[in-house]
């Protein structure tokens, strides 16, 4: 065993000692249950860890993560991940969280064969088809691959508002809204786009309304 696989069991054990320093009861407590207020939806490269760049504490956030932080409702994984969540949980909010350098974006703005990724990148490219009058509008390569980070997060959360799941507890409860991040490598900073979710859902009703109840935007007005 590589003494760079073995350091992470003296770190766990250091983790360990130092918890129960804080709090003889940590662990104890932590093994009841979960009542965490947020889903994350991030992309799994190994820089962008969701607790740590959140500030968060064991317990308080719910994770996901696949390369570029796609949405996919054929993936079971993702879905099945926010439904938990959503109905099980009660997260009050969803955050898809991208980042800038992403590996995954990157990779789908590349015209070459990658093999089995081919069908996951796909579906960057159609964020990239979908926008690509804006993208290829932006000269400089740098920032129009941040737009296209920053656009794949939006076309994600779109994703996560079409479920029922989501549309559903809406309706009943106000809740979970969803967000839409980046978190910028170059900076440490989380920026937050700002998605407008009752626009979004409102905008995707005509089409992706799967309920038979009226909406609660239309319901306030």
């Known amino acids: 065993m590589s ?3 073995k350091v992470i069991f003296e770190n766990n ?4 000692e130092s918890k129960l320093a804080q709090d003889p009861e940590f662990f104890h407590e932590l093994a009841k249950t979960q009542h965490p207020d947020y889903l994350y939806i991030g992309c799994s490269d190994s820089r962008a860890t969701a607790e740590e ?3 968060a504490k064991p317990g308080e956030v719910f994770v996901h993560r696949n390369i570029a932080n796609v949405v996919n409702t ?3 994984s993702s ?3 926010i439904q938990y969540a959503v109905e099980h949980l009660k997260v009050k909010h969803i955050i898809v969280c991208g980042h800038y350098n992403c590996g995954g974006v990157k990779a789908a703005m590349t015209p070459q064969d990658l093999g089995l990724l081919n069908p996951w990148l796909r579906n960057i490219r159609d964020v990239y088809r979908l926008h690509q009058a804006e993208l290829d509008a932006i000269e400089d390569e740098g920032k129009r691959y941040d737009r296209l980070v920053e656009l794949n997060v939006q076309e994600q ?3 996560v508002i079409k479920m029922a799941c989501v549309q559903e507890r809406y309706i009943l409860e106000e809740f979970p809204i969803v967000h839409g991040w980046v978190f910028d490598l170059r900076t440490g900073k989380i920026i937050d786009l700002e998605i407008d979710f009752e626009k979004l859902l ?3 009703q005509k089409i992706y309304n799967l309920t038979e109840s009226d909406w609660v935007m239309s319901k306030k007005k």
């Open 13 to 16: 054990r250091k983790w360990v």
């Open 3 to 5: 003494q760079s696989y």
């Open 53 to 55: 760049l959140m500030g």
């Open 202 to 204: 409102k905008d995707i």
């Open 74 to 76: 054929l993936d079971m």
């Open 79 to 81: 879905t099945a991940v």
């Open 157 to 159: 959360c779109i994703n």
